[in-house]
């Protein structure tokens, strides 16, 4: 199959203008049965609330590539202070910036949270190096990142990661992996794949499939295979006083 990929990012593009992507933090954290990804964000949202409930405030969080900050509510239970960066300046971040040169000062917070933001950049390495640069000693990075998910540039779309790669992103830039979960194993990964072709197809019309598929993904739990999860989730930390 020949590829065109400016036609494949203006396909994305085109598709979301006419099935509509809500992307509210209400949505993002508390999908709805018939949501066509509820599954990848029931799964992503229920493992970093996890992660998180780990982490001790009071102190200084960042949510990196924010967008609609889905897990502020949580984060803030924790009594952590949170703050924003987001390259695009449109959902009213606390810093305008990008990942990987995010300007702000060293050893400045307590945590940092990373989701679904790697897969979009040139240089993961450089964001999760970037992220330890502003961690304080004994701080945390909570980091998530798709391994099977559809083409979607924001603007663009570069990577997708296994168990072992996620392991070594946070290895690399010096910070030692404390947990790692993986959303969803073989059924849960299938049902969403299965949602994403009907949801090309039927848009919004087809909520009654999307139930039904999100359903059956019950099984999963049943029959637990994490050799092939739909996504990572990793708790990583930096090393040094109060470690």
Known sequence: MRLDLIALKHRYAALQGTRGSD???????????????YLALRSLREDVERLIARVEGPGRALDVGSGA???????????????????????????????????????????????????????????????????????????????????????????????????????????????????GGSVLAFCQVANFLAYGVLGSRGAPVYAALNLAARLDRALPDDLFCLNFACLAQKNGAGA
């Open 23 to 37: 992307q509210s933090a209400a949505r993002r954290s508390h999908p709805r049965l018939a949501d066509y990804d």
């Open 69 to 183: 900050s889905p897990y502020r509510q949580v984060l803030e239970a924790r009594r952590l202070t949170v703050e924003t960066l987001d390259l695009s300046a449109a959902s009213s971040p606390d810093h305008v910036g990008s990942a990987d040169r995010t300007g702000l000062p060293s050893e400045s917070f307590n945590l940092v949270v990373c989701t679904q933001v790697v897969e979009h950049v040139d240089d993961p390495s450089a964001v999760i190096t970037e992220i330890a640069r502003i961690l304080r000693p004994g701080g945390h990075l909570i980091l998530s990142a798709p391994h099977v998910w559809f083409f979607h540039p924001h603007p663009h779309d570069y990577w997708r990661f296994t168990q072992q790669g996620i392991v070594r992103l946070v290895e690399t830039a010096g910070l030692e992996p404390l947990a790692l979960h993986g959303q």
